[in-house]
């Protein structure tokens, strides 16, 4: 047997404020989940992205602590073209999300932008420039 990659963990200080950021990205997120301290929705693909506050991760870890200094984990979400990333940073950093890094044209030929989510984590979102 071979294991293979299933699901990709969130660890949340707040899980509604999380559920709301990654809602304004597409994600079909149930929209009773916030009463729920775990989360799950599966993307195109059949890959998993899961949410767990801090106090479940405490719960079955209790020596657990969040990371310092840095992000750990990125995700990253690909637009229709360039003018949808300079769009989507629009939106979310007009709905006060932390922009990380503006929208700039890559010498990887992607339209790419950073945006913080409300933890900290960065999530990229990029387009080819084609």
């Known amino acids: 047997m071979t294991p293979r990659m299933d699901a990709i963990g ?51 870890d209790p020596a657990w602590t969040a990371p310092r200094g840095g992000e750990r984990l990125g995700l990253a979400f690909r ?9 989507v940073y629009r939106d979310l950093t007009g709905a006060g999300y932390r922009g990380h890094l503006e929208p700039w044209d890559a010498v990887w030929g992607q339209r790419y932008a950073m945006v913080l989510d409300p933890d900290g984590c960065a999530v990229s979102l990029f387009a080819d420039r084609g």
């Open 79 to 87: 637009c229709d073209g360039p003018a949808e990333v300079d769009a």
């Open 10 to 60: 969130l660890i949340t200080a707040d899980l509604a404020a999380s559920l709301t950021f990654y809602r304004r990205l597409g994600l079909g997120i149930p929209a009773d989940a916030e009463s729920s301290p775990h989360v799950e929705v599966t993307l195109p693909g059949g890959q998993r992205l899961l949410w767990d506050t801090e106090d479940v991760v405490r719960s079955y």
